[in-house]
């Protein structure tokens, strides 16, 4: 199957400093990924779509001034969580979908990042 | 996209077979059942997909009703590394070039393998 990498899997930042986490599609090219968030012992709840070359699509509740989505390429999309609180610590992951393929419906997810916020 | 509903835990013992059931009553003709797993801290593993018909792959078996309104996942000889959450989805064919595709997840159920 397709690859999708999330670096770093784990960071531990300041209270109000920002951080980048980085997606790549390592094996195919991504023009949409997705971002979720996801709190201990509850399910995956997606924040935004992120499509390459153009600005990204908010799920309501998500600020986006706040989670900076930037997707400049079809392999990379960042996500940087900025002015960072404790209530932000949380399980982010990527998926990405493989190509422009009409019927290949499958998503790739990266292995998550893990941020506490002290 | 329908909505799902799972059993929130079941138990199977090491070397049998795991059935994990899903209702999707309220599918429509141009959505696939679709099953991920995410064990403890990683990212959704995706394992199988289907629109009507009886799927089978390396991981696992999916056996759709035929009228769509629920499913079953089978793993066939169950490991202590299958113990994860099981997510099952129900989603639209995307679009062509379309930025659908997301995935709207659940609860799911978290499958125990015992020894």
């Known amino acids: 199957g397709a690859v999708v990498s999330q670096h770093p899997s784990r960071v531990i930042c300041k209270s109000g400093t920002s951080v980048k986490i980085e997606c790549r599609s390592l094996d195919f090219q991504a023009t949409t990924m997705f971002w979720y968030r996801q709190f201990p012992k509850q399910s995956l709840m997606l924040m935004a779509t992120s499509n390459e070359g153009s600005k990204a699509t908010y799920e309501q509740g998500v600020e986006k001034d706040k989670f900076l989505i930037n997707h400049a390429s079809l392999t990379l999309s960042t996500l940087t969580v900025t002015s960072a609180h404790p209530e932000d610590s949380s399980f982010y992951i990527c998926?990405?979908?493989?190509?422009?393929?009409?019927?290949?419906?499958?998503?790739?997810f990266g292995q998550g990042t893990r941020l506490t916020v002290v | 996209d329908a909505k799902t509903t799972q059993p929130p835990s079941m138990d199977c013992a090491e070397g049998r077979a795991a059935n994990l059931p899903c209702n999707h009553s309220?599918?429509?003709?141009?959505?696939?059942v679709y099953w991920y797993r995410q064990i403890h801290s990683q990212g959704p593993q995706y394992i199988i997909h289907g629109l009507k018909n009886n799927e089978t792959n390396e991981m696992a078996s999916l056996i759709i009703t035929e009228d769509r309104k629920s499913s079953t996942l089978i793993l066939p000889h169950a490991t202590l590394r299958d113990t994860a959450v099981y997510y099952c989805?129900?989603?639209?064919?995307?679009?062509?070039?379309?930025?659908?595709?997301?995935?709207?997840f659940g609860k799911g159920t978290k499958l125990s393998v015992k020894p």
């Open positions: 989805i129900v989603r639209v064919v995307m679009n062509y070039g379309g930025s659908q595709g997301n995935l709207i």
């Open positions: 309220t599918i429509s003709g141009n959505e696939y």
């Open positions: 998926s990405a979908r493989k190509g422009m393929d009409r019927w290949n419906t499958e998503a790739f």
